[in-house]
Structure formats: C-alpha cells, structure tokens
C-alpha cells in the first residue's frame, strides 16, 4: 500500500519519493539531494572548488554542459574505475543525476555524481575531489601511422 504510513521507518510521500528516517536524512546517516527534475538521491555532493569547475569545463567540450561520453572520460582519465566503482556504475550514475529530458550534466548535477562515485567507492568525497582536480583536461589517445614501405621507399613508387 503506498499510503504516507510509516512502514519500517520508511515513508512514502506520495510523488515517488520514499524517506528513509526524518526530512533529508535516512537511516545510515546521508542526506537526500534533489535533481532539477524533483527526484531525491541519496548521497553527498562534492564542494564547489574552482578547480573542480575548470576540470568540468575541460571536459564539456566547448559545451555549457557534460554529456555521458565525457563523464565516463573523466572517470577513466582520473582514475576512478576501480576499487568498487566499474564503467557501468559510471553509467548509472550519469542516468541518475541528469534531468530525465536531458542528454546532459549542469555543474550541480555533476557534482552530486562526483558525491556517488565516493559513496560507491566507500571514500570521502575529499579523496574524489583530489582525485579530479589533479586532472589536466581531457587525455587524447590518437593513433599513429606505422611504417609502410609503399609509402615510405621511393623505389617502390610507380607513375610520373
């Protein structure tokens, strides 16, 4: 029955919500965040450093925000998958704080992610922010040409 009775500690309040112990808390101690779109998740944002926030802008691709490709980038370029958190806990992540309409992460939303990765990891969100703001920027994996001896021996050069 999805009444407002209180079932085990356990309150649903009506909206798709559940509560777990009083208003923003729950029973282990966290807090509840809400996404823009009004959806509770239950973790603890990291801080706003400006460090943080020009590591974000380097991995939004000119954009205003993040999409899912470049949130994943940076959990691999940081070093973050590993140690409790796998590339599809990254994945699950970014479908939990991103709006329900949107492709894409806002700041806010990012941070909230940054919250759940340590919360997944079993870390301080400290240790995850030292972790990301150590980070450069995006790290480009481009191919090179290896050697071709058609290319590269003139003797095997055909024509004019």
Do not use: W
């Not at 923003?24 to 998740?41: D, E, K, M, P, Y």
């Not at 920027?137 to 001896?149: C, D, M, S």
């Amino acid at each position: 029955d999805r009444s407002n009775a209180d079932v085990r500690g356990v309150k649903y309040d009506g909206v798709g919500s559940y509560n777990f112990g009083g208003p923003g808390q729950n029973l282990v101690g966290g807090a509840f965040s809400r996404t823009a779109s009004g959806r509770q998740i239950l973790t603890v944002p990291c801080t706003d450093i400006p460090r943080l926030r020009e590591v974000y802008n380097s991995y939004c691709a000119g954009q205003r925000t993040m999409d899912g490709k470049y949130f994943a980038k940076l959990a691999r370029d940081c070093n973050l998958i590993g140690k409790g958190l796998t590339a599809t806990d990254v994945d699950l992540t970014f479908a939990k704080v991103k709006d329900r309409e949107e492709k894409r992460l806002s700041y806010e939303q990012f941070l909230l992610g940054l919250g759940m990765f340590a919360e997944k990891r079993g870390v301080s969100t400290d240790k995850i922010e030292d972790l990301v703001s150590k980070s450069q920027g995006p790290i480009l994996h481009g191919t090179v040409a290896g050697p071709n001896k058609y290319h590269d021996d003139k003797s095997y050069y055909t024509g004019v």
